[in-house]
């Protein structure tokens, strides 16, 4: 069960990604998952641009952000591979060294992204800044722990 | 009812961009234009390996793969604003001097790419490599027309 168990948190990691690599070469694995956190970034800032008050609150905006986030959330972690912690990349070497909290942390992110999707599907703001706060927490801990200055 | 149509076809293409400037910096829509094209291809190229018989077929990575590029085919177009001609880009300036051709472009991609997912749906690979080629002209059509060397 507990292999189960593993083996579903993976597939749902890693669910666009099939038994062979994914990417040809090192730097292509990291121009990928730079650009996914590019994208998912813009979008999420929208949304926190609305729940700081800093633009007036669009529930159809947020909505469509945070689909956009959840569906983005799941994608840079499968191009972690081995062999991408050199070149144009602020990745710790502890993002392979402590695999697993590695793994927790992208886990946590796209849990919280996907409570924030559900919540701007609700067009509650206070809900969207609740789940939005959380949210930005899963970021900034990866980024405290994995990422360079 | 001809601005309608045309109003509908700028909600279609614009749908996450609300009146306000998205990007705060011409190489921050620069980077997250090319950012989304990157995702964007790497999925791509994930359907089309299928397609060209590189990697045995998978119906539920190829569904997966082609529900990502459909949702990204609409993020880069938000980014080609005034003003991000310049820098770190291979934009042409006729995306500009001919706005109305790269929008027509723009958008028989998003069409395509539509149908690709429609097609990965299916399950049948015949319909899936159909669509791939074709999705794949107006790719090709727009980087001929609108991208530098």
């Known amino acids: 069960m507990k292999r189960l168990a593993l083996a579903l948190t993976c597939a749902t990691l890693f669910a666009a ?7 040809q070469k090192p730097e292509d694995a990291i121009k990928y998952r730079k650009g996914a956190f590019t994208v998912m970034a813009a979008h999420f800032g929208r949304i926190g641009a609305m729940a700081q008050g800093k633009v ?3 529930a159809a ?3 469509s952000n945070a689909e956009i986030v ?3 959330s799941r994608l840079p972690f499968t191009a972690f591979v081995e062999g991408t912690d050199k070149g144009e990349t602020r990745a710790k070497p ?3 060294t402590d695999a697993a909290k590695f793994k927790e942390g992208s886990q946590a992110m796209i849990d919280a992204v996907g409570k924030l999707n559900a919540a701007a599907k609700t067009g ?3 809900q969207i800044k609740a789940a939005f706060g959380d ?3 899963t ?3 990866c980024h405290d722990n994995f990422r360079k200055e």
């Open 124 to 126: 509650n703001l206070d």
């Open 94 to 96: 502890e993002i392979w």
């Open 56 to 58: 007036p609150f669009d």
């Open 70 to 72: 959840a569906t983005l």
């Open 139 to 141: 970021c900034k801990a």
């Open 17 to 23: 990604l099939p038994a062979h690599a994914q990417f």
């Open 135 to 137: 949210a930005g927490k």
């Open 61 to 63: 905006a947020a909505q």
